[in-house]
């Protein structure tokens, strides 16, 4: 084996690395950290607590290696791991770490070596940022208090824990296959498991870290030992259960109290024409999201009780991994469009939208949406230019459209907006005599994290109730922004209670469709974000995730319909065909 060494450039790196690297309760312990293509700089930049090097003492020296007949020439504990340690002492950027010195050679002669090479260096021994362990071929338990009070011991039995003088254990380990042959997917067995949390309950008494070796090196099995407490995760991949580790928490979906769904009636007569529409999109909630939403409230949905459902293509005319743009235009005109194109074909021309052609034709017509008011998936249902950010374009849209009302975010537009459409309160909203804005926050709305509540829902009660009041049909498009942002920032939460208030917001929708009968309800998504996956959880309303990306994926989307005409948005279908769909449920040829 050839050991390689770092440059002073890559030093630096390394170093300026370290300062970065977040800690967490989580210690790694690098297993076999001689073994990494770069010892001991690999697993200490990223973040492991604790590294385990094998040393053999042969002709004086000690080398690292698991064997005599392994040892090489180049590779001594002197330039691996103390040249190293004390370049950072002396730099003072040494950060606190465990050296496991796991001898293979004799155990009394080759630690008395040890115990010389770090006195060698009184800046490693004195400052004591460096708790160095012995284990492997290490003396007698009775032995420990001859030595320097720098050195401590792994011990190595659980026997007896209660009447033996600690004091100079810095950790006990144990053979994680003595007590389970689990290989780090799915679950332990119950029984391996009541081993298991024995063993460690009974460290957890001595107030003695605790650590398995030889243990199974998933990153379910790192969730397992960090719920179950372990003091020290075993991995020979330090880097990546650092880093999975670190975001433990954040992918990590704690239960909260559960919320009551909506059941639908099922009385609607299927085969008639609907009166109204009511278009819900989860923007970014693919069926890994839904999926999640469902786990953290137990199972149940308003959504997952709707029979009729179909599975979307979201892929734009130029990427097979959509934009909200490009998404929402499909959906709004049923002609493909380039990612960052709002309400236009690929050549750039204008096409019709819902809202235009429901408008010209009687219908009110209203929109409901977390985000701003010019964000691109409402933005598709009534603007058009090439590019998304045209926001001077799309505000004149607005201005020139035919839309009744809309509730969003976006205050900040509203002076832009007085003059086409009058500024209200949610309570003051009662009629559609005047155009109407209700704005809440000056940006996006407040996310439900920081305090939007039910606001969602009960704008859309409202909306329902205004337009029902009125003797035309509607079209009401309503948008849950912000599942997108927990899709971006893959931040579980975010996604969580931004999809359980989507799926109050349908719950409203599908109630007020049985009320009146007259309704179709249809609830997709523009597209999925973050390539969400469901790693774990159970099934108090716990969900662990990972994340593909921080990006849209390609992925295709669930529809759910409910009401009159709800059996033709089933089956596997483009997203331009919701825009013919929904026509054709009402009666209305296309231009």
Known sequence: MKYSTLTTAALFFVLATTSLVAQTDYRVHSHNDYLQDIPFWYAYSNGAASLEVDLFLKNDTLFVTHSEKEIHADGTFEKLYLEPLRRLAQEGDLRPVQLLIDLKSEAYQTLEKVVAAIENTPLLAEEKKVKFVISGNHPKPTDYSNYPDFIY?????????????????????????????????????????????????KVQKTGKPFRFWATPDTKTAWNCFAEL???????????????????????TYEPQQQREVYLPQYRIDPAKKPKNIILMIGDGNGLAQISATMMANRGELSMANIKNMGLVNTASADDPVTDSAAAGTAMATGVKANNRAIGVDPSGKPRQTLVEILSSRGYNTGIVTTDAIDGATPSAFYAHTEERNDADKILEDLVRSEIDFFISGGKSKENRLRESFVSKTLEEFTDLTQPTAIYNGDGKMP????????????????????????????????ESAQIDNGGHANDIATIISEGLDFDQTVGAALQFADKEENTL?????????????????????????????????????????????????????????????????????KD
Request: no cysteine; net charge neutral.
């Open 447 to 478: 996310s439900m994290i920081n305090g939007r509540g039910d606001f969602l829902s009960e704008s859309v009660k409202q909306a329902l109730v205004v337009l029902q009041a009125e003797e035309k049909p509607f079209f009401l498009l309503v």
């Open 153 to 201: 011991f792994d011990h190595q039995s659980l026997l007896g824990l209660a009447e033996q003088d600690l004091s100079r254990v810095a950790m006990i380990s144990q053979s994680f296959k003595s007590y389970s042959v689990w290989n780090g997917y799915g679950r332990m067995t119950a029984q391996d498991l009541a081993k298991v949390n024995s063993a460690i309950q």
């Open 229 to 251: 407490g372990l003091g020290f995760i075993n991995t020979d991949k330090p880097a990546r259960a650092r880093a999975f580790l670190d975001k433990l928490e954040r992918n």
């Open 521 to 589: 309800v249809i609830i997709t998504a523009d597209h999925e974000t973050g390539g969400l996956g469901i790693a774990g959880g159970n099934g108090k309303g716990q969900v662990r995730a990972d994340f593909l990306s921080v990006d849209h994926s390609g992925i295709l989307v669930p529809l759910f319909a409910y009401g009159p005409q709800a059996a033709a948005f089933t089956g596997f279908f483009d997203n331009t065909e919701i825009f013919n769909r929904i026509l054709a449920a009402l009666g209305i040829k």
